[in-house]
């Protein structure tokens, strides 16, 4: 439950429970010492009130007219409500219901918590060996309870202040330690998703600046190796198309003719044989056919290795040359592009990158997805190049390692800082891609 609980949750509660602390220990110690003292307050008045009765009864018993004496006495205490005279058969007085003050009416639960000591003590006068009535004390507690009363008000209202101000200082300090550790969390954020641009601002207390101030050291070190990794992948990528480049040239410049000769040569002993050697006929026949098949296959390896057509037509008609290969290749299935025509405008590693990502995701969803529609996807959009190749065939499971053609289309888009998705959407295998355009010219205003 603690760990679930907010910051200023952290510092509210004990602040809270040290307020109850305090009234609960407000209360005992009122229970223990406000009652004590009322107790020792009304102890000597009452040894008073009994020294007073046992005067007079001493004083009747000696006078020759103790009526007149009790009257007179009775007379002299006058209005006093502490210590009166009582006559014999006056009912006792009532117990006070209730303790008015300026501050209004005292509640009951605070005055039974003080406890307040027995009053009303009486003390029998006797009259000619008659029980004529009694010394009662009966003191007026108002200004006591009064007095502890404000006391206990005191107390509860220095503590609530006392906890209202530490809570704003908490709230307060909580506020300003919160802000710039949400700044550094959220720093911290966009360092993980590649962001090292974005310094994070140092503030707060120490503790917090010095870790901000980390934090942005360890941006500009991850953004030097970003840019040094990325120069290492554009270089590897550049390589291995110069080395695409280079065989396919010694495949076209090597091989392409051997294998024109060899047809050649088999044309012509194919047109050579008699007609009556037939064995012989179907053997050259069965030559030219597989010098046509491997002349086939060479240049199959030549459009993978090298998009020959790219400087010459433009990326969208080499694009579109790609597709329409794919689509021969695999009639059963619905190929459907979209190319836009300012794709002919990108040059350069951009535009090969392009042509690999969707040569690359085309053939994965031909060879493996078991898809009966594919979907190709090529635009500009704004200041990037967006590529998005679905299709509806069976996926692929959450833990699977990227085999070799999505590695490779990840480390090309890497190099040229894009972004590089793989997902599941609407029941179908999306690779979505996103390119940065370097040109100014071929952003839209």
């Known amino acids: 439950m603690w760990n679930g609980l907010s ?16 009234l609960i220990l407000g209360g005992v110690a009122l229970q223990l010492f406000a009652t004590e003292q ?85 003390f029998p006068i006797m009259l000619d060996g008659k029980h004529a009535g009694d010394i009662v004390f009966s003191p007026d507690l108002t200004a006591d309870i009064f007095e502890k009363w404000v ?17 704003l200082i908490a709230y307060v300090t909580a506020g300003s330690t919160l802000g710039p550790l949400q700044a550094l969390s959220a720093g911290l954020t966009r360092m993980r998703q590649g962001h090292y641009h974005s310094p994070i601002p140092p503030s707060g207390p120490p503790e917090i600046r010095r870790s901000c101030e980390a ?17 290492l992948l554009r270089k590897m990528v550049s390589l291995q198309d110069d080395e695409r480049r280079d065989l396919a040239r010694e495949l076209h410049d090597e091989l392409g003719p051997l294998l024109f000769g060899i047809r050649a040569n088999s044309v012509a002993v194919l047109e050579s ?41 433009g990326l969208e008609k080499s694009v579109q040359t790609l597709i329409n290969n794919a689509r021969s290749q695999a009639p059963e299935i619905r190929l459907e592009a979209r190319i836009d025509p300012r794709l002919n ?55 699977s390692p990227f085999g070799r053609g999505l590695t490779g289309m990840h480390e090309r888009i890497r190099a040229l800082s894009g972004t590089f998705e793989l997902l599941r959407e609407g029941g179908r295998t999306v690779v979505r891609c996103r390119l940065p355009i370097n040109d100014p010219s071929l952003r839209r205003g």
């Open 215 to 231: 934090a942005n050291e360890l941006a500009s070190t991850l953004d030097a190796l970003s840019r040094d990794n990325r120069g």
């Open 7 to 22: 910051l200023r949750m952290r510092l509210f509660l004990p602040l809270g429970i040290m307020f109850l602390a305090a």
């Open 345 to 399: 405008d990108v040059d350069g590693l951009l535009s090969q990158t392009v042509y690999r990502v969707i040569q690359e995701g085309t053939t994965n969803a031909l060879r493996h997805a078991n898809a009966s529609s594919v979907n190709v996807e090529a635009a500009i959009h704004g200041d990037e190049v967006s590529i998005g190749i679905s299709d509806n065939g069976i996926g692929f499971p959450a833990d």
């Open 151 to 167: 006391g206990f008000l005191a107390i509860v209202g220095s503590g609530l202040v006392l906890t209202l101000l530490t809570g």
């Open 273 to 313: 044989i008699r007609s009556g050697d037939e064995r012989l006929a179907a053997s050259t026949q069965a030559i030219l056919q597989s010098v046509e098949a491997l002349q086939q296959a060479n240049r199959r390896i030549l459009d993978h290795l090298r998009p020959l057509y790219i400087r010459e037509l």
């Open 38 to 122: 009322l107790a020792d307050e009304t102890v000597q008045a009452t040894r008073s009130a009994k020294v007073v009765a046992d005067a007079l009864n001493s004083a009747l018993a000696s006078a020759d007219n103790p009526k007149a004496v009790l009257d007179t006495f009775a007379q002299g205490l006058g209005t006093s409500e502490a210590i009166r005279f009582r006559p014999s058969g006056t009912a006792a007085d009532a117990a006070p219901v209730e303790v008015r003050t300026p501050l209004g009416r005292v509640p009951q639960w605070f005055i039974h918590l003080l406890t307040i000591p027995e009053i009303g003590a009486a």
